[in-house]
């Protein structure tokens, strides 16, 4: 049988204290009561990273946070909750309070028509340094989610959303995941290419820096699609605070249970590193990235064969773009309609752009795909410094030029290359 | 002769604790060159002989990866390293007068360590914070929105 459902219960000093470990028996009691033992993963977490109202239960798939909670609690959540999947609204923990240590973005969140954060939704809102900051806002829901389908059901939700790889060449990212699920193979591995290095892009730092769980929710729900087991995430050397932060999520995701054995009960193992890069652009080529992780010169392998055959030490190896891995656990948690509700029919979903240049407002901003240069210029960067507009650049400075006539084109894959131009990354 | 042979122990040990904490296998490299420049400012002859024995592999190719990596040198450095984004994006908002203006201070062409061994100035491609260019980064401390005037104030504070 199937584990459907995961509880944690906090277990650091102050929620044993209060019982944690009566908590964890009168759970394993009430379950056995229901035949939900089966069904229903059950674990004392060392630490839920917080005591404001501990002992914490977290239930998953749900990813609802109840506290404290008390033995007298935990049959009426048995029955509720796990027996009759209803909620217990009255027994969940109150809203903890985010500390929105991340402010890099100024918060202006819904005072554009156009803006629809999907990859952003966390950055700049959540405390990127505290998992339960994550979680509190549908974190590590999705992966539940993924682990109740079969991974053939996952690769076709990914395939449906209609979602291309957003690391330049706009590769249907469903489909790179079927190629490496169906090579055979004892060992497989799943990458994060997080090398941006393309001057004037720095999207992929502000996801790594604001969301890291994301990335790694992300990466695990990929590796259970494909059958991999051990990841990397190849972090450009000069970005020092996405490392840190990155590494501070793994520790956090691994204390919580979320990377290691066996996760959620299900037959899904994983463990991840960071790879910080030694500074060579190159190595944003995928396979130069691969010779860099195995400690050699990063110089592009001649292709095929492909990484999703013949990738990392030999093994079929599934490398996606920050950005991209940041499109899962929202696509898996709305579904692929919603996804395809955003952008064009050809590139669902939004783009994550930096604005730069001889206008009056730069930044970085999340948009449906599609929208035209002259949107961009005119609504978000807010008009030109001076003079009219002339030209852009795409995806960094290996993109493509993009001349005043072309401002009305819509920008997605699509539409650039039927003009002979890149979107780039 | 000495002294310096008792430096030479004390580096040698130092690598060979740097290998025991990251690895000896051949994807541990990268990072054990990253820990041994971070730590002696460079990788040393001594050093690639010693990696050579401890990781079993010939010194050639040790040296081969050193030198393809802009974050690796083989070459001593000075004792702060000045990287400076000479990327487009950082280059239209003025990162050209402040780079003439820093390499006056310095007196350093890119790639030069000043004669008392103090500073080393390198450029670098983006840095990933164009948002507030002209970039300077000096050791890991990041300056922004730098402009020609403030180059000698940002150089003081490292005396
Ligand atoms: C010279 C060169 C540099 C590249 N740099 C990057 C990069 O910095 N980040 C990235 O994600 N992909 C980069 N790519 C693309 C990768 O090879 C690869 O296609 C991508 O990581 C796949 O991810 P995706 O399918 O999610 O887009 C680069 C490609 C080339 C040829
Ligand atoms: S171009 Fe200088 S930091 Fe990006």
């Known amino acids: 049988m199937t584990v459907r459902s995961m509880i944690l219960i906090s277990n650091d000093p102050e929620s044993r204290i209060r019982g944690s470990e009566k908590l964890f028996s009168e759970f394993q009691q009430q379950l056995a009561h229901y035949d939900l ?45 796990l027996y009759k999947g209803r909620i217990v609204d009255e027994k969940r923990a109150p809203v903890h309070e985010l500390s929105g240590k991340v402010a890099w973005l100024s918060a202006r969140e819904g005072t554009l028509p156009a803006e629809n954060r999907v990859v952003l939704k ?8 505290d998992i339960e900051d994550y979680i509190a806002n549908e974190g590590y829901q999705a992966l539940g989610m993924a682990l109740e389908m079969s991974p053939d059901e996952l690769i076709d939700l990914i395939k449906a959303s209609g979602l291309l790889g957003r690391g330049g060449a706009g590769f249907p990212a469903g489909l790179k995941w079927s190629f490496v699920k169906n090579t055979d193979s ?88 960071v790879h910080a890069g030694a500074g060579a652009y190159i190595c944003g080529e995928e396979t130069a990235l691969i010779e860099s992780i195995e400690g050699k010169r990063g110089e592009p392998r001649n292709r095929p064969p492909y990484p999703t055959t013949f990738g990392l030490w030999g093994k079929p190896t599934l490398i996606n773009n920050v950005e991209t891995f940041a499109n899962i656990p929202p696509i898996i948690r709305n579904g692929s309609d919603w996804y395809r509700s955003l952008g064009t029919a050809s590139s669902p979903g939004t783009k994550v752009y930096t604005i730069l240049g001889n206008v009056n407002v730069t930044e970085l901003i999340e948009v449906p795909m599609g929208i035209t240069l002259r949107e961009v210029i005119t609504i978000y960067a807010k008009g030109m410094k001076s003079g009219s507009f002339k030209m852009a650049q795409t995806g960094g400075s290996s993109g493509s030029i993009i001349p005043a006539s ?9 539409s650039y290359n039927k003009t002979g131009v890149s979107l780039g990354s | 002769m000495v002294s310096d042979q008792i430096k030479e122990t004390e580096q040698l040990e130092d690598i060979r604790e740097i290998v025991e904490k990251i690895g000896s296998t051949r994807a541990d490299l990268i990072p054990v060159l990253q820990e041994i420049t971070n730590k002696f400012g460079y990788i040393s002859q001594l050093a690639i002989k010693e990696l050579s024995d401890l990781m079993s592999l010939p010194t050639k190719e040790i040296l081969s990866v050193a030198t393809f990596y802009r974050m690796l040198s083989t070459q001593p450095r000075g004792e702060h390293i000045i990287q400076f984004c000479e990327s487009a994006p950082c280059h239209v908002v003025g990162g050209r007068e402040v780079f003439s203006a820093l390499q006056d201070a310095l007196g350093l062409e890119p790639g030069q360590t000043s004669a008392d061994n103090k500073w080393t100035l390198l450029t670098t491609s983006c840095l990933g914070v164009c948002g507030i260019g002209p970039v300077i980064l000096v050791d890991t401390d990041m300056y922004g929105n730098v402009t020609s005037d403030q180059v000698k104030n940002i150089l003081s504070r490292y005396d």
């Open chain 1, 406 to 414: 072309l401002q009305d084109t819509p920008m997605d894959f699509d």
């Open chain 1, 122 to 129: 966390n950055v700049g809102v959540i405390d990127a340094e």
């Open chain 1, 37 to 81: 033992a089966d069904e229903v993963s059950l674990t004392l977490a060392t630490d839920l990273g917080s005591s404001y109202a501990s002992p914490l239960v977290i239930v998953y798939p749900e990813a609802v946070i109840y506290g404290p909670i008390t033995v007298a609690d935990v049959p009426y959540i048995v029955k509720e909750h």
């Open chain 1, 186 to 273: 004892d060992k497989k591995y799943v990458i994060c290419n997080a090398d941006e290095s393309e001057p004037g892009t720095f999207k992929d730092r502000v996801v790594l820096e604001g969301d890291p769980h994301a990335i790694l929710e992300a990466m695990l729900i990929s590796a259970y699609a494909v059958g991999a087991d051990e990841g990397y995430i190849y972090i450009r050397g000069e970005y020092q605070l996405a490392i840190e932060r990155m590494e501070t999520a793994i520790q956090q995701a691994e204390q919580y249970g979320f990377l290691g054995e066996n996760i959620f009960g299900s037959e899904l193992s994983f463990k991840v590193h």
